[in-house]
């Protein structure tokens, strides 16, 4: 069971034979090896033709063997899990994998889109902007769909992502990118020295560009020295090797970002496990070996399968034993490029020719082609002879200007080194340019990190450990490790000699960047029309704003840029480099919170209680709360929520309130704390008494309301809007810590300790009788309006009771310690059972308040003040509070301001609706004429009909006045009342009785 | 007219299923929840840092802790909460906020919190990579020993989390206080982080 | 970014919230409107070193000052507002 595997070398590489598997491209079963990536597997099977580019279909094959890669895009799996754009060049082989390409139809390899190459020279750059321009209404209608359609790259899943992702904290010394030769140095230096390491590494192996180009260290074979390292790490109880991990961004204070691609190497995580998991890494210090990138050459016909990188064919060769063609042609303009000349040779394949463009070849490499039988061509790559199924032929200027041909089905491109400057780069740092490799290294990296190795311009072997060591031992350092950081291991440099070429002009289309389908003649064209700055650069053109992020095209792109602007390379500059690094799915930031643990969920006491009866529940902050009890045979909501509201006024209901914010405020200096914080005083409240309070923002607006109790001469109890809880505390502990830190006052938040019910209606009594033990005196003259004090309860509990109404009937709020919470509400229904008891739920608590014309969050609107809620005259003036001069400001206190009024359909029939504008009769809606709005209705079972509160201008001073309510929203259009906001008992009898 | 039962009710009665959880095999973490306990907030008064500190030595023999530290005593756990405050964790109304209110009068505030929070006890080979992906706090036995504490969050709650005394086979125990009407909800949040490491869940009234 | 509680350590940015500028003091009862005018909407918002208010809310609900470069999020001192850890005042 291997298949074909016709370009399959019979031995070496770093793929298990002893583990074949199969998988699917386009639907073909194809044969690779457990250690093959997807890239390899297709190389090894003879697969060129990979995908289709991004604007022109045209055919495209693998460039890189690795995550810079921009060509070898797939959609991996299927069905739910489909994933597209993902790279076939770090997907790991798998049994069973399936992919397809993208971009195609109906075919790879018969592509109706590839037409598009046909109308090419209106798809350059700024094509967008110029050709779809006019008219304007086809842009939506008619461009936009077309391009959609024929750009673009794979396709998503279009469902919910089946698997699960989380995130998690890790911490250490140091952190390095990247496990080549520098970053296992780096980690042994560390390691040894004591220091806590994390050793990211995005492939599956460790070794970096070992695994692929070999060498000796320590006078041993490197995989050999590779094992050694890796036993000596993982033997370090405090070295966290981490491979299929990339190290993708670096982000304030140290702190590091890392996706851990856990098991994209199967085709689903086992039952339990996360497909991804994304770290958050808080690192002292950091180390940058995450080694370079072979760049290419521009020229003519160079996005042709089977032009590759000269380094990538190497790691197929070398690594995966998989060989990309058999009679190969190399362009190279440095020393390097001659690695994969050898490693040919080596391999018994043939070599056409190597085209360089230096002046001169070294002796040794003069040899090697004696020896392999092959010529030197100096001069470069002009074009490319080739289609979907490959290079043919290559045409070559040489040096002196006579041209030459050469036949080949594969040719291995270097046009030298980038060191990967992306981490370094992160906090807006530029790399420098160094002549002498004709390349960017990291420059003004963020605090804590270096760079080693490749990653810093080093190319040379010996250079990688002996710079990846020092970064290591100086980072362990830095973190405060001294321990014996042991020998460096030593290695020989390669001879490094490059000539600088980026383009090669000729005919026909030279990609830059190939994900994009951006040109050489596009970033001419760019500089011609004005687009001139690497920042204009890429957005005119898109260069670099594929998924790869330009990895490959970049540099040569501000190159081309530099020559026809005639400024330096360094003048010309790098954009800001952003993270991610690679891409990361937003399933991976999401983590664990997605569905219906999108955020955490707060459950009242009575929660389960309220299951039990079938309680419909709405979401309010973080929230579960009972917004109505549906019973048999009701039809709609209304229904329920009138019968709940009819219930408590005629009888009594209850009401779990324990989502309100509770406070404890302590200390000698309460009472003067709260009356700097309310607009009214609290330091007068007698104990065992509560009170109605309003806070102020600074600015004098209201900022929440709420009832506070005096427990003690030092301890009050205070409530705030369930909404504002969690702010209402912040800022009380703003005024408590940096406003007035002279006063003598604790805050403790109680919100969770107890449990509270609104109980409410003419029988509230009758039903506390029941539970209260009957020697607690709950008449008028011993428990009296806004009395506030502990009972006992039958059975022995201690209970705190208030008597406090916010529906304006006889009502108590009665709180016990919270795990009491579910039986109180068991006991409440027992006890109320002779008086036919009511649970009702937020909808009906909101009814009841508007019935009474209590102002709550629609009204506490951040826009009113207290004289616009009606609650001017709590505003103390013998005492400073929070607010008070600036809601004494002269906009603040005008006549025309919008107040709250009660508002209702002149036609009882009629339904109100909240957000309706109230316009003067006879007037015409607009801004000019619009006074207010309608905040809060409600279907009031006491008026039978539609009621609201608004805020309007000068409402008060208009009650009776009929207006029209304007609601271009909904289209509707009716005259309103304006009224008195207390529809229901305004003169409080019931509440008091 | 019959006394009403109060029966007392753990916000994590219903999400808490004992038994195995997750991936089969010897479980990674295990999760106790901890009832019945009481839990007392002390806060000391403007300029009485020393007046508590000195009634909190008389009281439990041992001094409170003035950093982010738990600290056991013969019979209760205290655990520094924020500047100049701390909680008493006890049992059985030995140190319930009655029992104390003469001992810190005058220079302390004290709040009740015994319900306000749901008490959970993570060990485990596993509670360090479980908890890892909660918490943002380094927990290295090198950095968060032996009876360190932090009052810290967790999915977005406010957490105090501190280290109790390694069980008897040497395995951490991470005790983590929970605002009651977040329990539920950071439970779930625990199973799911803990699954792949497989749970074994259990409550237990006494405190470790 | 990372803030330094002085009660804490060092913890991550989740558990504080941002306020602004820590430099306006508010103005005494009798200031008048100007004063506090200034002080509620006077605030400055310097490319550079600011002291700055942050609350950890997420940790030990201390407010803290930091001084905060708002270019490079470098965070060069923090320490407690006054009324953080006040118990230990004349002690």
């Known amino acids: 069971m291997r298949g074909d595997q016709a370009n399959r070398l019979n031995d070496g590489g770093l793929i298990d034979r002893s583990t074949p598997l199969n998988f699917r491209f386009d639907g073909k079963i194809l044969f690779g090896f457990k250690g093959d990536t997807l890239a390899s597997a297709l190389i090894a099977n003879g697969v060129k033709l990979v995908g289709r580019s991004f604007k022109y279909h045209r055919p495209r094959g693998i460039l890189t063997a690795g995550s ?48 598009n190459q046909l109308f090419a020279p209106i798809f350059v750059a700024g094509f967008y902007y110029k050709t779809f321009m006019w008219p304007a209404k086809f842009w939506e209608a008619i461009y936009e769909p077309a391009i959609r359609r024929a750009a673009g790259l794979g396709r998503a899943a279009g469902v919910s992502d089946p698997d699960h992702y989380d995130k998690a904290w890790a911490h250490c010394d140091v952190v390095i990118a990247g496990s080549g030769p520098a970053g296992l140095a780096a980690a042994l230096a560390a390691g040894r020295s004591g220091a806590r390491v994390i050793l990211c590494e995005e492939d599956f192996v460790l070794g970096g560009r070992l695994l692929a180009d070999g060498g000796t260290i320590d006078g041993l074979p490197a995989a050999e020295w590779i094992a050694r390292a890796v036993a000596e790490l993982e033997a370090m109880p405090d070295v966290r090797i981490m491979t299929r991990t990339t190290l993708f961004g670096v982000y304030d204070g140290g702190t590091y970002g890392a996706i851990e691609r856990v098991n994209d190497h199967l085709p689903v995580p086992p039952k339990h496990q996360v497909r991804q998991r994304l770290w958050r890494i808080v690192a002292k210090r950091c180390v940058v070996a995450a080694g370079a990138i072979e760049r290419p050459i521009v020229f003519a016909g160079n996005d042709t399968p089977g032009v590759m990188m000269a380094s990538a064919m190497r790691s197929y060769i070398n690594r995966y034993a998989a060989t990309p063609a058999r009679r190969i042609a190399l362009f190279t303009n440095n020393e390097d490029g001659w690695r994969t000349a050898e490693t040919a040779i080596a391999t018994g394949l043939q070599v056409a020719a190597v085209i360089d463009a230096r002046p001169d070849v070294s002796p040794a490499h003069r040899a090697l082609a004696g020896r392999g039988g092959f010529p030197v061509l100096h001069g470069s790559v002009s074009g490319v002879d080739g289609g979907k199924n490959g290079v043919r032929k290559i045409s070559v200027s040489l040096t002196g200007g006579a041209r030459g041909e050469v036949e080949a089905d594969g040719l291995a491109v270097s046009g030298g080194w980038n ?75 390669e001879a490094f000699s490059l000539t600088p070429l980026w383009h090669v002009a000729g005919k026909g289309k030279a990609f830059v960047d190939q994900q994009h389908d951006v040109t050489a003649s596009d970033v001419e064209l760019a500089q011609r029309e004005g687009f001139e700055s690497v920042e204009h650069l890429k957005r005119y053109t898109t260069l670099g704003m594929a998924t790869d992020q330009g990895k490959t095209s970049n540099i040569a792109g501000l190159a081309i840029m530099a020559a026809v602007s005639g400024k330096s390379i360094p003048e010309t500059g790098t954009t800001i480099y952003r993270p991610p690094y690679v891409p990361v799915a937003i399933g991976a ?3 664990h919170h997605r569905d219906e643990n999108f955020h955490a969920t707060r459950l009242t006491p009575s929660h389960h209680w309220a299951v039990e009866q079938g309680a419909v529940f709405v979401d309010t902050g973080l929230w579960k709360r009972a917004q109505w009890y549906p019973r048999a045979g009701e039809k709609d909501w209304l229904e329920s929520v009138t019968r709940e509201v009819k219930a408590v ?52 607006i209201v900022y929440d309301d709420g009832t506070t109790s005096r427990l003690a001469e030092d301890h009050y109890f205070l409530t705030t809007t369930t909404a504002k809880a969690g702010l209402v505390m912040q800022h009380l502990e703003f005024c408590r810590q940096v406003l007035f830190p002279e006063l003598d006052v604790q805050l403790t938040s109680v919100s969770d300790q107890w449990a509270q019910f609104s109980i409410a209606g003419p029988k509230t009594r009758d039903l506390l009788k029941e539970i209260v033990d009957p020697a607690e005196d709950l008449s008028s003259e011993g428990f009296p309006f806004m009395g506030a004090r502990e009972v006992a309860l039958r059975g022995g509990l201690k209970a705190r009771l208030f008597r406090i109404s916010f529906s304006g009937e006889m009502a108590f709020e009665i709180s016990v310690p919270a795990r009491y919470g579910e039986a109180m509400a068991r006991n409440l229904m027992i006890a109320g059972k002779p008086f036919g008891v009511t649970p009702y739920g937020t909808e009906a608590l909101g009814v009841m308040r508007i019935e009474k014309g209590h102002v709550a969050g629609p009204e506490l609107n951040g826009t009113t003040t207290a004289a616009d809620l009606g609650l001017g005259k709590m505003m103390s003036t013998k005492k400073d509070f929070i607010g008070r001069v600036m809601a004494a400001r002269e906009a603040l206190v005008a006549p025309n301001r919008q107040v709250v009024v009660g508002i209702k359909p002149t036609d009882k029939a ?60 909904r289209g509707e259009d009716y005259d309103v009342e304006l009224c008195n906001s207390v529809f229901y008992d305004p003169d409080g009898g019931r509440q008091r009785g | 007219m019959a006394d009403f ?7 994590l009665d219903r999400a808490l299923v004992a038994g195995p959880y997750g991936a089969q095999g010897e479980a990674g973490v295990s999760l106790t929840e901890i009832r019945d306990f009481d839990l007392v907030q002390v806060m000391a008064r403007r300029g009485k840092a020393g007046e508590m500190m000195k009634a909190a030595t008389a009281r439990f023999g041992v001094a409170a802790p003035e950093t982010p530290k738990a600290i056991g005593t013969a019979d209760a756990t205290l655990i520094w909460s924020g500047p100049d405050q701390f909680l008493v964790l006890s049992k059985d109304g030995k140190h319930s906020i009655e029992a104390l ?32 992906k909660l918490s943002s706090i380094d927990l290295h036995p090198d950095v968060f020993g032996v009876g360190a504490a932090a009052a810290t969050s967790m999915d977005h709650t406010s957490v105090t989390l501190w280290r109790g005394q ?43 | 970014m990372r803030i330094t509680c002085p009660f804490c350590g060092e913890r991550e940015l989740g558990e504080f919230t941002y306020l602004g500028d820590a430099k306006p003091q508010r103005p005494a009862a009798d200031a008048g409107e100007d004063a506090v005018y200034d002080y509620v909407y006077l605030r400055d918002n310097i490319a550079g070193v600011m002291s700055e208010h942050w609350y950890h809310g997420g940790g030990c609900r201390a407010w803290l000052k930091v001084t905060r470069n708002t270019l490079t999020h470098e965070i060069s001192a923090v320490e407690p507002a006054a009324g953080a850890g006040a118990a230990k005042v004349g002690a």
Not at chain 1, 650 to 665: E, M
Not at chain 2, 5 to 11: L, M, N, T, V
């Open chain 1, 68 to 115: 810079e890669e921009p060509n070898a895009l797939v959609e991996l799996r299927s069905g739910a899990r489909r994933e597209p754009n993902t790279k076939a060049t770090t997907a790991e082989l798998y049994e069973g994998l399936e992919a397809a390409s993208q971009n195609r139809w109906p075919s790879l390899k018969f592509d109706v889109m590839s037409v």
């Open chain 1, 419 to 493: 060191p990967a400057v992306g981490l370094t780069s992160y906090h807006r740092g530029r790399p420098k340019w160094r002549d002498d490799i004709a390349a960017f290294v990291p420059d003004g990296a963020p605090p804590g990190m270096a760079a080693a190795g490749a990653a810093n311009g080093a190319f040379g072997l010996g250079a990688c450990l002996r710079e990846g060591f020092e970064a290591g031992a100086a980072a362990a350092r830095d973190a405060g490790h001294s321990g014996n950081i042991g020998s460096m291991s030593v290695a020989d440099d």
């Open chain 1, 589 to 591: 930031f999401a983590g």
């Open chain 1, 649 to 700: 006024r005629s009888g009594v209901g209850f009401c779990d309130v324990s989502t309100l914010g509770k406070i404890d405020v302590h200390g000698p200096d309460a009472g003067a704390f709260l009356d700097r914080v309310y607009i009214n005083a609290f330091s007068s409240l007698a104990v065992g008494k509560a009170r109605y309070g309003l806070m102020l923002r600074e600015d004098g």
């Open chain 1, 910 to 969: 009629r339904r109100l609706r909240s957000g309706a504008h109230i316009i003067p009769k006879g007037e015409t809606p607009g801004p000019e004429n619009d006074q207010g709005y309608v905040t809060s209705v409600c279907f009031s079972p006491v008026l039978d009909q539609w009621i609201g509160l608004g805020l309007v201008e000068r409402g008060r001073e208009r009650i009776g006045e009929i207006v029209r309510a304007h609601d271009p929203l």
């Open chain 2, 5 to 11: 039962s109060w029966d007392i009710r753990s916000p």
């Open chain 2, 101 to 132: 209110d003469s001992v810190f009068a005058g220079s302390a505030s004290l709040s009740d919190q015994s319900h306000a929070r749901a008490l959970i006890s993570v060990s485990g080979d596993k509670a360090r990579a479980m908890l890892a």
């Open chain 2, 166 to 208: 390694d069980r008897a086979d040497g395995q951490a125990v991470f005790d983590l206080l929970v605002f009651a009407t977040f329990a539920a909800s950071l439970w779930h949040t625990i199973l799911d982080a803990a699954a792949e490491y497989g749970v074994t869940i259990g409550h237990s009234e006494d405190l470790a």
